[in-house]
Every structure is written in C-alpha cells, then in structure tokens.
C-alpha cells in the first residue's frame, strides 16, 4: 500500500469514527431534550448517585459495599425498560412519526406575552361568570403523560378558545386545559391530586389538582373557582388566591418572561401570606 493511500484510508477511518460519534452524540441529545424536566430525568440522576457510590466503593475497597452493588445493578438493568416505559414508547411514536429529530419550540418574549394576554382575558371573562376553569402552563418540566390522558387539540392559544372550552356541560369542560408554548395541547385531562394534609378543606378536586401537579413539576395553574368566581393561580405546591387581573398577568409574566418590576415581589408576599 503506498503512502498515499494509507493516508487516504487513514483520514476516511478518522471520517467515519468522526461521523458515528455525531449521529451518536445527537441522538443522545435528542433524548435527552425529550425527558428534560420530566420524572424520567430524576430517575436517571438517582442512577447516576448509585453508579459514583458503586466507583467509589470499588476504589476505597469497601468489599461488602461493592458486593451489594453489584447486586443491584443486575436487577436494576433488567428494570430500567419497565421504569422507562412510557418514555421509550414515547420515542418510538415520535420517531414513527417523524418528529423525534424535529427542534423544540422557543417562545418568544412577544408571544409569551400575547399567551399571557389571552389566558388573563379567558380567566377574567370566565371569574365574571362563575365558569370553573383549570388551566396549565408547561415549564421545563414535560406534561406529556398529563396532556395524553385527555382530548389533543394543538390548537392556537387564544381567549375565545379558552372561555368555549370551559362552558359548563360541554365535552372539554370537566378536567384540565394544558398549554404548551403558544399552543392548547389537550384538553379535559386528568391530573394528579394533591396529598397535602395541610389544604383548607374548602378547597375542591379543581384546586387539589391544580396544586398536585405543581408538586411533581415546575409547571403553572391558574383555577376559577365555579363557586365564587375566585382567580387563584398554583405554583411549587403552593396556592394564591383572590388574585385580580393584573395581579395574575404579573405573577404569570414573572413566571412564564422573568422578573417584572414589582412582580416576583408580589408573588413572594403572597406565598409569604398563603404558604
């Protein structure tokens, strides 16, 4: 072989090694971009603590240690595609459609603002009715699981939608409305109820699960109360009530841009209050 081709074959070995660990790294990150924020990303973290305890057990030679370890990495590999079920199921119907490689929307300032705009609109012309409402803002943490328990809509955030949705004895209107961005995901989805003991016992299966699922995400709900009309709105586990429309538009400016002049102040004041 002369040298110029083991040049050749040296820089298309060194091509291809290149090109396998791209596609590797990216799909990797597309992963990880798909259970970002979710319950499956803690899952990993805790897996992550019991592989640096096994290394560091193995280095300081703590044999009993490292023995039970070993022991349950066995067990836990082979539970790792029942833990994950319902994420890889996810990838695989993301991937048969097509969307697995497709970039996550970013939400603008402006149309962060026009989302808080439409939602404010609905709550307040629903609170002037009596029209029980229970909308959810997705974070960072993924709300799949939740949006799938309902009716897909992927429709356009606007107020008239919003306020139809929750008209008393239609289809949508029993259950949760999950916004994702400037988009309905889902409607009439079910949502998991708060088990702290420590709620006033005034409060309904609406506001329970209104806060519930700001327990086990970083996710936003804001509740009408069908009742009294009464704009609440639930964040890290905890409810603000009685709040008017500007109070609302600021906490969820704060919560959804960043800090508004006056607003993170207000919701700490209130959670100070309320908590």
Not at 186 to 200: E, K, Q, R
Request: with cysteine.
């Amino acid at each position: 072989m002369s040298v110029f081709a083991a040049v050749n074959w040296t820089v298309g070995r060194m091509f291809i090694s290149v090109l396998d660990i791209a596609i590797l790294t990216f799909i990797i990150y597309r992963l990880l971009l798909m259970i970002r924020g979710t319950r499956a990303i803690k899952l990993i973290e805790g897996l992550l603590v019991l592989l640096v305890i096994g290394v560091i057990s193995g280095w300081m030679g703590l044999s009993a240690l490292s023995w039970v370890f070993d022991q349950i990495w066995g067990v836990v590999f082979v539970s790792l595609a029942v833990i994950f079920q319902p994420e890889l199921r996810r990838a695989l119907e993301q991937l048969g459609r097509g969307q697995m490689f497709k970039s996550s929307t970013v939400l603008s300032a402006d149309d962060a603002v026009q989302v808080i705009d439409e939602i404010t609109s609905a709550v307040v012309s629903c609170a002037k009715t009596k029209t029980g409402v229970l909308i959810v803002i997705e974070r960072s943490t993924g709300l799949n699981d939740y949006a799938e328990s309902g009716i897909a809509m992927d429709a356009t955030v606007s107020a008239e939608l919003l306020c139809n949705i929750f008209v008393k004895n239609t289809p949508l209107h029993d259950g949760a409305t999950v916004i994702r961005g400037s988009r309905v995901m889902a409607a009439a989805c079910f949502l998991p109820l708060s088990d702290n003991p420590y709620l006033s016992m005034e409060l309904g299966t609406r506001h329970r699960a209104a806060i519930g699922i700001t327990e086990v995400s970083d996710a936003i709900s804001v509740i009408v109360s069908e009742e009294t009309g009464i704009i609440s709105l639930a964040r890290d586990g905890k409810l603000v009530r009685s709040m008017s429309e500007k109070q609302l538009r600021d906490a969820l400016q704060e919560a959804l841009i960043g800090d508004s002049e006056g607003s993170l102040h207000f919701w700490q004041r209130r959670l100070t209050k309320h908590g």
